[in-house]
Every structure is written in C-alpha cells, then in structure tokens.
C-alpha cells in the first residue's frame, strides 16, 4: 500500500500540491500565483475571500478545486431574500416516521461557493459564521459536523454595490484570505478561447488526490517548523497596525495566527518544512489587509489599506536567515 501524502514529509506534500495546481490550471489559466493562494488557503485550512467583477473565473476556481480532490460541492447563490435554513439546513416533519428530519444546507460540502456574498441579509450571512469557524453546524439543538477538507471560498462584486449588505469586520475577520482574481493576461485569454468554454473544462477535469488525504496533508502544515523570531516578528507586524496612525482597527491575535498558519501552508507547497521570512512578507497583503479599518481622516486622504500594510512590512525590521531557521 502507498505512504500517505501526509506521512511522507515536505517533499510528499510538494508532490500533492504541485498535482493540484496543474489540475486546476488547466481550467485557470495565467493565474499561477492566485491559484497557489487558493490551494494554500485550502491546505491551511482556511476560507477564502475573492473580491473581483463577474466572469473572471471565480466559479471555475471552486468548481476545479473541489473535483480535483474528488470532493463535493455546492453553490449558494445568494439573495435578499435568502434564510439562514438554506445555507445550514432545516428539521422536516417526516409524517411517515412521525419523526424530525434534517436536510442538510447548501454548506455541506468540501468545498462551497457562496456566491455575491454580501448581497444576503446580515442574518442570512452570520449562518456562515459558526460553520466556517467551527466546522459545524446546530439546528433545532443538533449539532451536525461538516466534512473534512471544508472551504468556503466566497465572492463579492467590488463594482455593483446597491442593494448589498457589507460585511462586518466580525466575519470578514473569518477569512484567511482576500484575493483579487483579476482579468488573464492576452496569451492566456487566447487560450482560453481555444478551449471552448470553461464549464466544460471544469466538467473534464480528473481527481487527482482524495478528500481524506488532502485532510490529512492539511493536518500535517501545524508540523512546519515557525522560529521564533519570525514569531516575533508577526507580532511585531500585528502590533505596529495597532498602533498606526491612520487605522482605527489593526490585525488581532487571530489575524497573526492565520498569517503563521497561511506559511506554513506556502512553505510546505514548495517543499520546506520550515517557513522563511519572504513567505510572511508575500502572504501578508492576502491576509491582513481585508482586516484593517483605515480612520476617516485616512480615507480623506485617499489612503488604502494596501498603503498602509506596505509601510507597515518597510518599518518593521525583517528576521535574518538565521533567525529563520533557529
């Protein structure tokens, strides 16, 4: 019988990564980088934000990822007028059973697309909250558990904003990750002509790896070795936003611990088990700026939070090699 993925170290998880990203590319194409995000969103164990305009492939994305790992899927499209019942799911009166029966929500499945999130009512969005967080669910005083691997990778147009509904900093704080997918560049967009249409990519694509042993490649990233000095120096990244002048909320405890798990993620992807100062200043934007608040006189000043992050990574004294690897 073969070694499992998780149990043959970082060259092993190297190999199942590297299997993955080329699955996935063959239906998104020219967006190396955005994809290797995904999948180390997935790997970490995190959820995944995508703020972009429609049509730039971010159902493909969910759709490649989750057939790539022979999970389930599901698309919650959704609504002002969608409940709360629809995303976690609901107790039927069985008459014939004279019995209580769940039927599950849209948000079990390995992976799940909630799509133009921010268009559903606050309530309707915070019944993402306990599953994303806790990876279950309870109903009527049940609770049910989720299946393993679980992401939520979610969208919001950046454009179109009347009749949404933001969201609070309470959930956008339970995304690892905020990306931007971004239109493909000429070549790749050529070739995407030239294989006809996306949908039936996705629908042509192979498993390449199964849920249970991405689950446990994902168990083994807490294995990735973090110096302590790069500890200290995501403290010291989260603390310098605290402080900073022009924002009036900074990167909390949790923040810091999704910048250290999204590392070790990375760092595993390319065959290390122990992380490197560059992978914290790379995953840094995709991580911590969707959870800074800029203060009014900021955003007067035409500031972003992109602005103040990169000051933010240029102040804060980087850990040489050897306090990397200590």
């Known amino acids: 019988m073969a070694q499992p993925v998780a149990d043959r170290g970082a060259a092993g998880f190297e190999e199942l990564f590297q299997s993955l990203l ?16 995904a999948l180390a969103c997935l790997f970490a164990e995190g959820h995944l934000l995508i703020e972009d305009v429609p049509g ?58 909630a799509d133009e999130i921010n268009r559903a009512s606050p309530k309707t969005q915070s019944a993402l909250l306990e599953a994303m967080e806790e990876r279950q669910v309870t109903v009527d005083g049940h609770t049910y558990s989720l299946p393993r691997p679980f992401m939520v990778i979610a969208t919001q147009n950046p454009i179109e904003l009347e009749g949404t509904y933001p969201l609070p900093e309470a959930q956008l704080d339970r995304f690892l990750m905020r990306i931007r997918m971004g239109y493909p560049g ?63 909320l900074g990167v909390s405890p949790r923040g810091a611990l999704a910048l250290q798990r999204a590392a070790r993620a990375w760092a595993a992807s390319a065959g290390r088990d122990y992380v490197l100062p560059d992978d914290l200043k790379l995953l840094a934007p995709p991580v911590l700026q969707h959870r800074l608040l800029l203060s009014p006189e900021a955003q007067l000043r035409g500031l972003t939070p992109a602005d103040v992050l990169q000051h933010v990574l240029a102040s804060v004294p980087v850990p040489g090699a050897t306090g990397a690897r200590g």
């Open 22 to 37: 080329a699955n996935v590319e063959r239906v998104i194409q020219g967006k190396t980088e955005e994809v290797r995000l």
């Open 186 to 248: 000429r070549e790749s967009e050529i070739a995407i002509l030239e294989s006809h249409t996306s949908h039936e990519a996705v629908e042509d694509l192979d498993t390449v790896v199964d849920a249970e042993d991405v689950a446990l490649a994902a168990a083994s990233v807490a294995t990735v070795h973090v110096a302590p000095a790069l500890r200290g120096y995501v403290v010291d990244l989260a603390e310098a936003t605290r402080h900073h002048r022009d924002l009036v």
């Open 56 to 113: 730039v492939g971010k159902t493909s994305l969910a759709k490649a990822i989750a057939r790539s790992l022979g999970g389930t899927w599901q698309r919650i499209q959704f609504t002002p007028d969608l409940l709360p019942s629809d995303v976690v799911g609901v107790s039927v009166w069985n008459r014939g059973t004279t019995q209580f029966e769940f039927r599950p929500g849209g948000v079990f499945a390995h992976v799940v697309l």
